[in-house]
Structure formats: structure tokens, C-alpha cells
């Protein structure tokens, strides 16, 4: 015990959990890492040592056994507080259960990096996958504090306040709209479970939040308090990270006070398989391509079309998974097999969402300095063999 | 009253109402006419003698004091019915004012039209408005009816029919999703004031609905039924009108069914002053532009950007009108004043939401037959005169 106290002071991470060898690494400490897209594209629902992993600090190792954790619910307002553990709270709400696609905001930066360096993770396409959460609405949670459905505080927030804490003890904190958390549409939930089992450490064990149709780093993981507010939280997070500037700012210029925290997401659309630079075998002169979309908001995604010929002409993928207009909070995964007679093709797609927004056709014009929401569409070339 | 009947019966619009002179007419028989847009973003609050008029057929003349006039509320569900006139409407529920935009689905057609000619009206950026509305719920209504917030039925509709009839005699209908029906904070309302005076005819008098954030093409005028349905309309313009496709599909190849009516509606932006071609003064070497900016589904516009060099530099503009992030139904006008020394510039703008979705850089990739959502950045050229 001494001598692990002893590794934990010289490194912080020494304690991080094992990782799956598939992941491509895109920094140790913290851990960040990303799935391979052409793993990714196999499964609707992403295996969940397979699922990307994006950490600000070292893993919070909680042991429930000690009676240490607790979840910590209160109001700005004169609403009575809540104190729950993992146990109480599993009992004194109806579990729920919710498919949600969770994407980085930095998902597909080192393509906008091609424009010009951003500040970030190197993240390639992905920093993005799809799970089954199950756990307890948040909503249900909110109305036993005593908060009411009500325009008078529907621009509160929510606070959500993790475990993880960096190098002064500051716990990573942020939040979402009030009136997100309390719609009975909005599927906010407080989960315990990922794909069926018990939330592994690197997820955010023993609880987390789940936003579905909101940017991953309002999921706050180790979940250890939320609080109700007139504001928005004031965090390093919520105010100074995660928001996306005009392409003519910079660092040096830049009023982050000026750009809205990111929230839900715009449309977005991957093609998985084959790669980027890839030589492919045609069958039947035809090219076979697999990849994924999804929009933020519920906002299904009701077309997918790919291009051959720098967008003259455009093909409709088919759409492999179900999808409905609103409330989808999943990806839907697409494919397309189209005749080719060149050596070489530049294949590019892009989605169409359930309010008929579409992506911008390159990364230039939503360059931003922090290399957040590159939804251009996303451009590959591959080479050709005849079959 | 002979006289009138044979009037009517050589002409179905003779008794339409007169209009102010201001409008621009883009067909006479049935009426559709859009505001200047130098004059429309003079005003938030768009008045209501200038505000664009689209309707599909004669307008309806209902005479209250007749007793004609009812609404009849129905559900396919073994919900009771609902009749009601006027006065009985305006009794039974609380009144709920809105301040809410209007847009055509076929707003900016005419710059689609230059990428390859489309079906529709020639519409420049004047077939949208912005006014304050006043009516009932229609949650409210429906509430009495008996429907539920429910996990069960969220994917019904709701189906609107106006006192406008087809030639054949069919009813102008269209249906809406129940889920923003029901919506405490989706704003739908049973309107039967605009900008604080009775509905006029060429509005929808005595009854319209008001859809925020959605279409124009669902806020049914001279609204005389509702229908609470497990399926959406099958009226010919929920089906086979009013929704987009992939830029290669045109009339000899398109299923209507592969495409979602069109519901919410996507970012756009337009510049309103100067107007494209216009030869402009510059005052202390700067051009000064003023425009309009909206997105659908309650998402508020977070910021505008102008580019003098075609996308090399951007500029952000300056907001006129307040911006909520969600439930902001209302547009959002602004202005920039940018230093220029050339003697012809082209300008671009386009605008980001809530989601952070923006618009396409062109109308090419978003070209379809129908020309609805003309939603590519607006480029307008000028001439500058140095002062
Ligand atoms: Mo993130
Ligand atoms: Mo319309």
C-alpha cells in the first residue's frame, strides 16, 4: 500500500486502467484515444472496449465498498437539497434506458488542421461512438428537489461537478440548460450502465451523465454533485473551452465571453471504410463505401450523398440503421457502392438533418482556433484496382 | 348580389382583398407577394399591410355573424370531439401571444434559379416576416380533447385544414408533428391576432395556426379543422410538395416518399440593404449593410459573418435585435460598416445557430427541382462610389 502511494506521487496516472490495444493513442497522460473508423462502422452499438476514451485529468478510482461516494443534488433557489448513494439513488427512481451517440467536440479536428494548426487533440474521425446508457432521468431527480416545468426558469442551468480534479483541485465541472435537463422528451439521464454492464472507470464509473444530442464534454464522468442555477457554470470548461469563433479570430484577439458554450451539435458525416489514401479492389467495377452521420439536437439524419466528381454529380447512400425525425440520438451508419472507371477518386459526403441542415463543403470557412465542430464535409481519396 | 355571384363565377379571386402597393407581385391569380427587403429590415416587428402574402388559391370570406364559422377538433384516437366558434375558442382557453417569424419554404428561390431553373415562385428574400401573434394554445386544446404527453403517440401528427379549397374542392391541409403540438415550450398557437389587431383576410381570418420555427407552409390559414392522427397528412402538400432531394434527382426520377415533409426549417441569412447591383456611397471610406438572419426549431442565431474577399476574411457583425439560444422564434437583424477601397466588391453572408449548424457556401449542392430551402450564403455585388 505504501509503495503504491508512493507510485501514485510520482504519477498521477499510475492508476489509470488498462486500456484495449486497438485504440490509437492520441495522448497517455491523460488518456486520450480514439477508435479505428473502419472498427467503428462495424457495430451499430460500439463495443465498449472499443469506445473512445477523452480524459482532462487521472482517473478517479472510486470504491462504492467504503461508503465514501455520494451524489450531492442542490438549488440556487429555496429548494431542500439531496444527498443519494449509488444505492439509493438506483432505488428511488425509475431506471431508464437511452441509445445515444456521444462525440467529442474536437471529433475530426486534424482535418481542419489540414486548413491551418488548431489547439487540440489530434483527433481523426473517431473521437465519436454509439452506446446503450441506462440509468435514472435526471428529470425525475429535478422534480423531487422540487423544480417545476416553468418559463420563469427555463435559461437556468445545470451544473454537473465530476471527481476528476486538476493540478489546484478544481473538480472539472460544466453545464446544460435547465430546460434541456427537465424535458420528458430530452432523455437526460444519470447513468450507471454502459451496453448492459456495470460503467468501466474510463467511462465514468460509478455514475455519469448522459446528454443525448449534446457534446461530449457536457457527459460529465465520476458524477459527485449537480446544482441548479441562474447561470451558467463559470468554469474553465463552460466559458473558455468548447466554443467555436469566427474564422478571422485567434488566440491573440479572441473574446471568449462572445461565443455561446457548444451544446447540441451540428450535422456531421464520416465515411469509415475504405481510408483515407487507401488502394481499393473494385468488385464488379463497383467502389463499396461504409461510414457514419448524425446530428445533434434528436435531429435524425434523412439523407446521406456522396460525390465522385467534387460535387457535379451526388449518389444517396443507403441508410443501414432506423432512424426517426426527432428524439434519434444515435448515429445512423450508411453505405454505397458506385461505379468507378478512374485509377483514382476523391470521395466526399455529406448528411442532410431532419431540419434540412446540411455541412459546409470544406473545413476553411468554420476554421476556428481551437479546432472544435470540423463538420465540413469529409473529403478522402483512395486509389482504384479493376477487378 | 346577382351581379356579385356572376362576378365570382367568370373570376374565383374577385372578391380577394385589396393589397398595399408596396408589394412585390409574384403571381396575381391566386396572390402571392413579397415585402422590399430595404423596407422589411427597417422593422422587428415586420407591419402587417407589408408583410408577404402566399396563398394557393382564392381567399376565404368568412362572415362571423353568419353562425358559419366553427372549428371542429377530432382525433383518430376514441377521443371525444371538439366544436367550437370563434368567441367559444377564445373563452374556453387562456390567450398566449407569440413573436414569431414566417418564412416560405421557397424563400431566395431566384438565387437557386441562377444555379439550373426550378418549379416554384420566383421568390426574391422578402416571402418572410416577423410578427407578434396572439391566440390560444393548441396544447391546451388538445389537452381538453384528451390527448397525453405520452412516449406512445409522440410520433402522431396533427393535421390542419383551411377554408381554401383546390379546384376539385379539396381542403389545403398539412399535418405537424403531435410532439411540437404538445410542446409546453414549442409555442404552437391557434392565432387569431397579428401585430395586435383581428387577423386580416390575407392572413387567415378569422383562425391561423402558428407553427414557430417551422415552415410557412403549416401555419394553415382560415383554419376550420384539426385532426389528432396516428399518420401524417396524405394531402398532396405534405406529400408531394414541400420537401428537398439530392441535387442530381429531378421530376423524371423522384419518389416524394424517400423525403420528409419539410418541418423546421435550416439557418439562413440575407443581406437587405444594400441590394445586389446597387451602386452604394461609402461614408468615411466604409460600406454599411444591414440585413436579416434566422434558423428554425426555437434556435437563436449566435453569431453573423461578412467576407468582402470570398471567404479569405470573415467579419462578425453586429446583432440589432435580442437572441435567445432556444425557444427564439423571432429573427435577428443586423448590420456591419466595413472599410473598402475597392470600386466593386461582392458580399457574402451567412450565419451560425444555436447548434452551431451554418449554411452551405452555395446553392449548387443544395439545388433542388422545387427550389425550397435556398439556404446558401447570400452574395450580393456592388459598386462603390468613395465619399
Ligand atoms: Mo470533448
Ligand atoms: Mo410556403
Redesign the interface.
Known amino acids: 500500500e505504501e509503495a503504491d502511494a508512493m507510485i501514485n506521487m510520482s504519477d498521477p496516472y499510475a492508476n489509470d486502467p488498462q486500456r484495449h490495444p486497438v485504440l490509437t493513442i492520441r495522448t497517455k497522460k491523460p488518456f486520450n484515444a480514439e477508435t479505428p473508423t473502419s472498427l467503428l462502422v462495424e457495430n451499430f452499438i460500439t463495443p465498449t472496449e472499443f469506445f473512445y476514451v477523452r480524459h482532462h485529468f487521472p482517473v478517479p478510482d472510486v470504491d462504492l465498498s467504503s461508503g465514501d461516494y455520494s451524489l450531492e443534488i442542490i438549488s440556487d433557489d429555496e429548494k431542500k437539497g439531496l444527498s443519494l448513494n449509488l444505492d439509493q439513488l438506483k432505488t428511488a427512481y425509475a431506471s431508464h434506458s437511452v441509445t445515444a451517440s456521444l462525440q467529442c467536440s474536437g471529433n475530426r479536428r486534424s482535418e481542419m488542421n489540414r486548413t491551418k494548426p488548431t489547439k487540440g487533440l489530434e483527433w481523426a474521425q473517431g473521437a465519436m461512438g454509439n452506446a446503450v446508457w441506462k440509468g435514472v432521468r435526471l428529470r425525475d431527480v429535478l422534480l423531487d428537489l422540487g423544480i417545476k416545468?416553468s418559463d420563469e426558469n427555463?435559461?437556468w442551468h445545470v451544473e454537473f461537478e465530476g471527481l476528476d480534479i486538476d493540478p489546484t483541485s478544481a473538480p472539472y465541472a460544466v453545464s446544460i440548460?435547465l430546460?434541456k435537463a427537465m424535458?420528458?422528451?430530452g432523455d437526460v439521464i444519470l447513468a450507471y450502465e454502459m451496453n448492459g454492464e456495470t460503467l468501466t472507470r474510463d467511462h465514468g464509473f460509478p455514475l455519469r451523465v448522459v446528454v443525448p444530442g449534446t457534446t461530449g464534454a457536457r457527459w460529465v464522468k465520476w458524477l459527485t454533485r449537480i446544482e441548479v442555477a441562474r447561470n451558467e457554470s463559470q468554469s474553465h470548461w463552460q466559458q473558455n473551452d468548447y466554443k467555436?469563433f469566427?474564422?478571422?479570430s485567434d488566440w491573440d484577439k479572441v473574446d471568449f465571453s462572445?461565443?455561446?458554450a457548444?451544446?447540441?451539435?451540428?450535422?456531421t458525416s464520416v465515411v469509415c471504410d475504405p481510408q483515407d489514401g487507401e488502394t481499393v479492389e473494385l468488385k464488379d467495377g463497383k467502389l463499396k463505401l461504409k461510414g457514419y452521420a448524425w446530428s445533434?439536437?434528436g435531429?435524425g439524419v434523412?439523407?446521406v450523398?456522396i460525390s465522385l466528381d467534387s460535387?457535379k454529380?451526388?449518389?444517396?447512400a443507403e441508410l443501414l440503421d432506423p432512424v426517426?425525425?426527432?428524439?434519434q440520438w444515435a448515429w445512423t451508419r450508411w453505405q454505397a457502392n458506385l461505379p468507378v472507371t478512374a485509377k483514382e477518386t476523391e470521395v466526399w459526403v455529406?448528411a442532410?438533418d431532419?431540419?434540412?441542415?446540411?455541412?459546409?463543403?470544406?473545413m476553411?470557412?468554420?476554421w476556428n482556433m481551437r479546432g472544435v465542430?470540423a463538420v465540413g464535409y469529409h473529403k478522402i481519396k483512395v486509389s482504384l484496382k479493376a477487378d
Not at 457548444?262 to 450535422?267: G, Y
Not at 426517426?324 to 428524439?327: D, E, M, T
Not at 431532419?354 to 470544406?362: F, I, L, R, V
Open positions: 416545468d427555463e435559461h440548460p430546460s424535458d420528458p422528451r467555436s469566427n474564422p478571422s462572445t461565443a455561446p457548444i451544446q447540441e451539435m451540428p450535422v445533434g439536437g435531429r434523412v439523407r450523398d460535387g454529380t451526388w449518389h444517396v426517426k425525425l426527432s428524439r455529406r442532410v431532419a431540419s434540412y441542415n446540411t455541412q459546409p463543403e470544406g476553411e470557412h468554420i465542430l
